[in-house]
């Protein structure tokens, strides 16, 4: 079934601790993003990228960074995880990057608290 | 920054009547989108009205857009109790050299009582 995938789909980390959230997707679309959804915040976007090769900075960046190395997988690494960062992690994909007439088609999120 | 803003924040309505969500953002937009999120789960896109649209439909849904006034609603006709969800809205704007930026609402909880 053609969509986002993500990993893990939860996970309890110690603060100060290094964590990868994996995304792929197997639409071939050119943009990726990252969000995190906090109760009463809405989705915040973190990082994306237009295409492979190019990332972004979003509205919330800070302590987070992605890579692009093929148009499938976008990873996000947490350096050094702090407990503000205990959020649901969406990946999400467009088939148009810079583009007016984005629809985002997005994974089912990652839970990620840290202690 | 948010750029759209739902209201009301919670509704809860009976089976078989109409919802109404409502969207209010702050610049100039290229296109307006509804979303909507089942508890746990990712969002899934609904529909998409551009600037120079007025209305638009898709089965039981219908998007108003009121470009002079910047907002927009979501109507959903005769509800079901599956259709409790959250729906977000998000706007598409101009950013600058070339680029797009996509911002979302932070959402109406929609609860349907069967």
């Known amino acids: 079934i053609a969509g986002i995938t993500q990993a893990p789909t939860s996970q309890i980390l110690a603060a100060g601790r290094r964590m990868t959230l994996r995304c792929t997707q197997d639409?071939?679309?050119?943009?990726m993003y990252w969000y995190r959804q906090d109760l009463g915040l809405g989705l915040r976007l973190i990082h994306y990228?237009?295409?492979?090769?190019?990332?972004g900075k979003g509205e919330v960046p800070d302590g987070y960074s992605v890579s692009r190395a093929n148009t499938d997988d976008f990873p996000l690494t947490l350096a050094s995880a702090v407990p503000s960062q205990t959020s649901v992690y969406f990946c999400?994909?467009?088939?148009?990057?810079?583009?007016?007439?984005?629809?985002?088609?997005f994974g089912a999120g990652s839970r990620l608290t840290v202690l | 920054s948010q750029q759209g803003e739902e209201d009301p924040q919670a509704l809860s309505i009976q089976e078989g009547e109409n919802a109404t969500m409502n969207c209010s953002y702050k610049?100039?937009?290229?296109?307006l989108q509804w979303y909507r999120q089942n508890s746990g789960r990712g969002l899934v896109h609904l529909i998409l009205?551009?600037?120079?649209?007025r209305e638009k439909h898709s089965g039981r849904l219908r998007v108003t857009l009121d470009t002079s006034k910047k907002s927009s609603s979501l109507l959903i006709t005769a509800s079901r109790a599956a259709d409790t969800a959250s729906y977000f809205c998000?706007?598409?704007?101009?950013?600058?050299?070339?680029?797009?930026?996509?911002?979302f609402g932070k959402g109406t909880k929609l609860s349907v009582i069967p």
């Open positions: 998000a706007t598409i704007a101009y950013s600058g050299a070339g680029s797009y930026q996509l911002t």
């Open positions: 009205i551009r600037s120079n649209e």
């Open positions: 610049t100039s937009i290229n296109n």
């Open positions: 990228s237009n295409t492979a090769g190019t990332t």
């Open positions: 999400a994909s467009s088939e148009a990057g810079a583009s007016g007439a984005n629809v985002l088609t």
């Open positions: 639409m071939r679309h050119n943009a």
